[in-house]
């Protein structure tokens, strides 16, 4: 551990979320296990929601029973059930965000607003004691909207008569150099000469002041650090990689990493995820000339994933199942 919560060292990967590390008190059968999603990252319309890579991933596997005995079978406990948001304004407590004084992160803020969406589920339904727990949790579940079932996980593809490019983020730029990676694929004699990423529409800039980390190079193969070179701006929302012409061939690859910010606060906007809200990336090819495009997206779905459950809770919708179609306002 790092001192301050986070698992850190040479062998920990903190992506895919697929390490369990879910346990305690939210493991209990009778608990619903919340994740955390950060809530108005881009501080634009649509808001988009993305997971918190902090976040604790299950389930959660049991081995003794409450007197200490060893069971024969252990007992597995889907866990996270559903997430909810953090980051959301204080009156006096947090950390400056957006255009927030205070705001409050974590999975100890998503909990309490999960309990919140609780409350009106339990409201609508007439009250304390007019639905049991296990019919709150399945309203929670089941209201869920469509989320992103590989979180942390980010990729864009291309492709023309000259060639297939695919470029995957996987993680936060802070876990290593590796959270880029270019793969070419392409016919004899042709190379991938530049990559250049646009990340304007998707709200994020590229990083190279000098006090931030430079740009490094991650695993390669076919392809030489020595024939890489980065082009872009302090706080741009563009890096080019260009490649000695006739190097990058056909099943070469390249990983690296690069400072990535949220282009409002400059800050907090170094996760894989963030890169779907509308980035895309433009291949140069030679000797004979031609250009594809790719758009990074991430893959959305319905159903549980071990890193947030059945996604993120939606209060309207939980409410609307119980008080039934009558609820609605006529069109």
């Not at 200490?68 to 252990?74: D, H, I, K, S, Y």
């Not at 020595?226 to 929302?237: C, K, L, Q």
């Amino acid at each position: 551990m790092d001192g301050i919560g986070n698992i850190t060292g040479k062998y920990f990967h903190a992506s895919p979320l697929n390490v369990r590390t879910t346990y305690g008190h939210n493991s209990a059968n009778g608990a619903i296990d919340c994740a955390a999603y950060v809530y108005d990252w881009t501080d634009k319309k649509p808001f988009q929601p993305v997971i918190e890579a902090f976040t604790s991933p299950g389930p959660v596997l049991i081995y003794f029973d409450q007197n200490g005995n060893r069971l024969t079978t252990p007992e597995l406990r889907v866990k996270p059930e559903v997430a909810g948001v953090d980051g959301v304004g204080t009156t006096f407590f947090g950390s400056p965000y957006q255009a927030d004084q205070f705001a409050f992160f974590g999975t100890s803020a998503a909990a309490p607003h999960i309990a919140g969406v609780a409350a009106l589920i339990i409201q609508a339904a007439g009250g304390p004691g007019s639905i049991d727990p296990g019919s709150v949790k399945f309203v929670l579940e089941a209201t869920t909207p469509a989320h992103d079932i590989d979180p942390l996980f980010c990729s864009a593809l291309g492709a023309s008569s000259s060639g297939f490019v695919a470029v995957t983020a996987q993680g936060s730029v802070t876990d290593g150099p590796n959270y880029l990676t270019v793969f070419y694929l392409g016919h004899p004699g042709q190379s991938l000469e530049s990559l250049t990423i646009d990340a304007s529409k998707g709200d994020l800039i590229f990083d190279t002041k000098a006090t931030n980390p430079a740009p490094t190079i991650g695993t390669t193969r076919g392809i030489a650090p020595g024939d890489i070179s980065f082009v872009s701006g302090p706080a741009s929302p563009q890096v080019t990689l260009k490649f000695t012409p006739g190097k990058f061939a056909s099943g070469d690859s390249v990983s690296f990493t690069i400072d990535q910010d949220n282009a409002l606060t400059k800050v907090s906007g170094g996760q894989s995820d963030y890169l779907g809200a509308g980035t895309k990336f433009t291949a140069s090819f030679g000797p004979t000339k031609d250009t594809v495009i790719g758009t990074f997206q991430n893959t959305i779905g319905f159903g549980f994933s071990r890193a947030d459950g059945f996604g993120l809770v939606d209060a309207q919708a939980g409410v609307d199942l119980i008080l039934g179609p009558s609820s609605k306002p006529a069109p």
